[in-house]
């Protein structure tokens, strides 16, 4: 059984590499993921205006939009 208050920052965080222990950097005020696709990035929401989960749907359909941009001429 996976208790939910260990995500309470998945989607706000990032790890930041030091020499003896890395650093975790929550940004309380973020609302979207950073996804990297054949050398682009892409800003992709994932909370709401509440902090809510997007619908899987709306991430998904995000995802497939930067997949066909990255596959795209330039």
């Keep these: 059984h996976v208790h939910a208050y260990r995500y309470a920052n998945l989607f706000r965080s990032t790890r930041i590499p030091q020499p003896d222990l890395d650093q ?3 940004a309380p005020s973020a609302s979207h993921v950073v996804v990297q696709r054949r050398g682009r990035f892409w800003s992709l929401p994932v909370l709401d ?3 809510g989960t997007l619908p899987l749907a709306q ?6 939009s930067i997949v066909q941009q990255a596959c795209a001429p330039s």
């Design 49 to 51: 205006a509440t902090g």
């Design 59 to 64: 991430i998904h359909a995000g995802l497939e």
């Design 24 to 26: 975790l950097v929550v």
